[in-house]
């Protein structure tokens, strides 16, 4: 019996010698030190050992399992201990490695554009406003002296959702909506950017939906030069200090008298070119004093109030401040667009 418990040790200790694996291991212990092993099966011959001989080869037993358990544990520690070292090895980070380029976005052309328009008009003391984009008939043309049935109307082809209801065609509704807030006695001062929406035909320069941004001030003794002042100062923020404006007389049914304002041409200077078609101007926006009759609707007492609103397309001045060429440039998301007036 001693014999055979030396023989199984030696066994053992050469089978945990060659186990390359953990697996290998554990099958070492299972085999050799298991239930159904060798040497729980000589323990159980004891019996029939006589009474001097079973401590010892008790004792013997013991010694050879604990020897056994002792080599597995060693050999253990060692696998995983380079199981380990391989691990690290494989998962090591080279820093000097090249990093992967992070893709930072940055905004919309032409939401730089309306927050610059924001800036230079918060500059100058005035608050901005939002409107609704459906819009009812009465906000978007009555409340702006436009009754139903006046051929202004056809100006602006509408998307109609409802009789009563529209995609409003400008921001223009938005300076009623404010004066309505006032409560007909407190001076205006703000400026609304938005969405607007027309049934054009989409080309270089139409685009069904397109942004405005709308100006109103009311107040006593608001006069022509205010309006003059006001966009003059407006126009040399936006476009440089070396352009000039000129008011030319038009016509707006919610104003009185109407003008649009051109700047001139930056190509050739007021010479004339292709770009200003010769005349040397540019035509940037719609502007005039505020018509009696919308006061009056939006409960301010023209005797006492005036006022003037403007209203401006951001596609239009990042048109001419970029040299961009083609209105839908803004709304088809070319990348390769876009990226050019991300500043840095
Ligand atoms: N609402 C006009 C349009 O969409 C633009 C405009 C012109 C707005 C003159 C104004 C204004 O406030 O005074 O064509």
Request: overall charge negative.
């Amino acid at each position: 019996m001693k014999d055979r418990l030396q023989e199984l040790q030696s066994e053992a200790l050469e089978k945990v010698k060659q186990s390359e694996d953990l697996k290998a291991l554990q099958d070492v212990r299972v085999a050799y030190l298991g239930k159904k092993g060798p040497i729980t099966e000589v323990l159980r011959g004891m019996g029939k050992l006589s009474k001097e001989e079973r401590p010892v080869i008790g004792q013997l037993a013991n010694d050879v399992r604990e020897s056994i358990a002792n080599a597995i544990q060693t050999k253990q520690d060692k696998l995983e201990e380079k199981a380990m070292e391989k691990q690290l090895e494989e998962e090591s980070i080279d820093v000097t490695l090249p990093g992967r380029p992070v893709h930072v976005g940055g905004p919309h052309l032409l939401t730089s554009i309306i927050e610059e328009i924001e800036d230079l008009f918060i500059g100058m003391g005035f608050e901005i406003k939002e409107g609704p984009e459906v819009e009812t008939d009465y906000y978007n043309f009555e409340a702006l002296n436009l009754p139903k049935g006046h051929p202004a109307r056809d100006m602006q082809d509408s998307f109609y959702i409802t009789e009563e209801l529209l995609l409003r065609t400008h921001t223009s509704p938005v300076q009623a909506r404010t004066m309505k807030q006032k409560d007909g006695h407190e001076a205006v001062r703000m400026i609304c950017p938005g969405k607007v929406y027309r049934r054009d035909t989409d080309d270089a320069t139409h685009s069904h939906q397109f942004t405005q941004v709308e100006g109103l001030v009311v107040d006593e003794n608001i006069k022509m030069s205010d309006l003059k002042g006001v966009l003059n100062a407006f126009a040399k923020q936006m476009f440089g200090s070396e352009r000039d404006i000129r008011l030319r007389p038009s016509f707006f049914p919610f104003t009185e008298p109407s003008v649009e304002m051109d700047i001139s041409c930056k190509m050739c200077g007021g010479e004339g070119c292709s770009v200003c078609k010769g005349t040397g101007w540019i035509e940037i926006l719609g502007a005039g004093m505020v018509h009696p009759n919308v006061l009056e609707m939006a409960g301010y007492d023209p005797e006492i109030y005036s006022g003037f609103a403007f209203g401006m397309g951001p596609e239009r001045i990042a048109m001419l401040k970029y040299g961009v060429d083609d209105i839908r440039h803004f709304y088809t998301n070319d990348i390769r667009f876009l990226k050019q007036y991300h500043k840095a």
